[in-house]
């Protein structure tokens, strides 16, 4: 029995380290509400997920990708949404508690990579974004550029496929993505 209260204790201290992350310091408001965690599903490329390369680390600069989905427990691949105004939010990495980055070195020039950074709410609006549904599938717009999230083009949409930034083509299905839950599949 005391191996198990063990245990729980291990897995509660956890849960408070990653709510840790997740809320900020000065407590949280409706705005700054966290849901997820989500797998972020490529429209054009079947069964596939924005994906953190587990071989990476995770680290600021890491480029994403498009990888078979493997829920319900590959962290590399699922996402937490941080809201920070009613349409308006950050993609937290669930593997490494960084943030979905457009960099900014770029000033959100089509065909660069989509990254991980360190997150720097809520003013790097690089790393705030909002859903917006045309037609088919989600887009994922960033608010400081207003470009979308694509799976990059001329790959065959195979496994490492590169993610990048691009303008919004409402009839591009490699700009398509639906959220789904671990549990959704």
């Given at each position: 029995?005391?191996r198990?209260i063990s245990k729980?204790?291990?897995?509660g201290?956890?849960?408070?380290?990653?709510?840790?992350?997740?809320v900020?310091?000065?407590?949280?408001?409706?705005a700054?509400e966290?849901d997820?965690p989500?797998?972020?599903?490529?429209?054009?490329?079947?069964?596939?997920c924005?994906?953190?390369?587990a071989?990476?680390?995770?680290?600021?600069?890491?480029t994403?990708?498009v990888?078979?989905?493997?829920p319900?427990?590959q962290t590399?691949?699922?996402?937490w949404r941080?809201w920070?105004t009613s349409n308006t939010?950050?993609?937290i990495?669930?593997a490494?508690?960084r943030c979905?980055?457009?960099?900014?070195?770029?000033?959100?020039a089509?065909?660069k990579?989509i990254?991980?950074w360190?997150?720097y709410?809520?003013?790097?609006?690089?790393?705030m974004?909002?859903?917006?549904?045309?037609t088919?599938?989600?887009?994922?717009?960033?608010v400081?550029?207003s470009?979308?999230v694509?799976?990059?083009?001329?790959?065959?949409?195979?496994?490492g496929?590169?993610?990048q930034?691009?303008y919004l083509?409402?009839?591009?299905?490699?700009?398509?993505w639906t959220?789904?839950?671990p549990?959704?599949?």
């Amino acid at each position: 029995m005391n191996r198990w209260i063990s245990k729980l204790g291990r897995a509660g201290a956890a849960l408070l380290v990653v709510a840790a992350v997740l809320v900020p310091a000065g407590g949280a408001s409706a705005a700054d509400e966290v849901d997820g965690p989500w797998y972020i599903v490529s429209s054009a490329a079947g069964n596939r997920c924005l994906d953190v390369p587990a071989q990476s680390g995770g680290g600021n600069g890491t480029t994403l990708q498009v990888w078979d989905c493997y829920p319900p427990s590959q962290t590399n691949q699922m996402w937490w949404r941080r809201w920070r105004t009613s349409n308006t939010f950050e993609l937290i990495s669930a593997a490494n508690g960084r943030c979905l980055d457009a960099p900014a070195q770029w000033g959100g020039a089509d065909g660069k990579p989509i990254q991980l950074w360190d997150c720097y709410p809520p003013s790097q609006t690089n790393q705030m974004w909002r859903l917006m549904a045309p037609t088919v599938g989600w887009r994922l717009q960033s608010v400081g550029y207003s470009k979308v999230v694509q799976a990059g083009p001329g790959q065959g949409n195979q496994n490492g496929t590169g993610v990048q930034s691009w303008y919004l083509d409402t009839g591009n299905l490699n700009q398509a993505w639906t959220l789904k839950s671990p549990n959704g599949f």
